[in-house]
């Protein structure tokens, strides 16, 4: 069975910054498309950032130069730096793994940016 679970969320002051971790069990990271996701309340779900399998990583605007996805295949683990961070970054943050056929959601983690 594959389980991602998410850790890291926070209560923040604006400009702070907070590390968010995946791991994984039951399958290897490694060979995954992975990606972070947001959902704030009354808003979509969106990507917020991802990383192929070969390291190639593609972030959305609104975080561009603040975050910074990476992985650690030997952790089986992949995170989300983000710094200077706004009001507008709350959400819960989930991670996500996909790989053909397969895809995989983690539980979320709430990140709350307030003074």
């Known amino acids: 069975q594959v389980q991602l679970v998410e850790s890291g969320g926070d209560l923040v002051q604006p400009g702070g910054s907070l590390r968010l971790s995946c791991a994984a069990s039951g399958t290897i990271l490694a060979m995954y498309y992975m990606g972070w996701y947001r959902q704030a309340p009354g808003k979509e779900r969106e990507l917020v950032a991802g990383?192929?399998?070969?390291?190639?990583?593609n972030y959305a605007d609104s975080v561009k130069g603040r975050f910074t996805i990476s992985r650690d295949n030997a952790q089986n683990t992949v995170s989300l730096q983000m710094n200077s961070l706004k009001p507008e970054d709350t959400a819960v943050y989930s991670c996500r793994a996909q790989w053909g056929r397969y895809n995989y959601w983690g539980q979320g983690t709430q990140v709350t940016v307030s003074s």
């Open positions: 990383i192929t399998s070969y390291g190639g990583t």
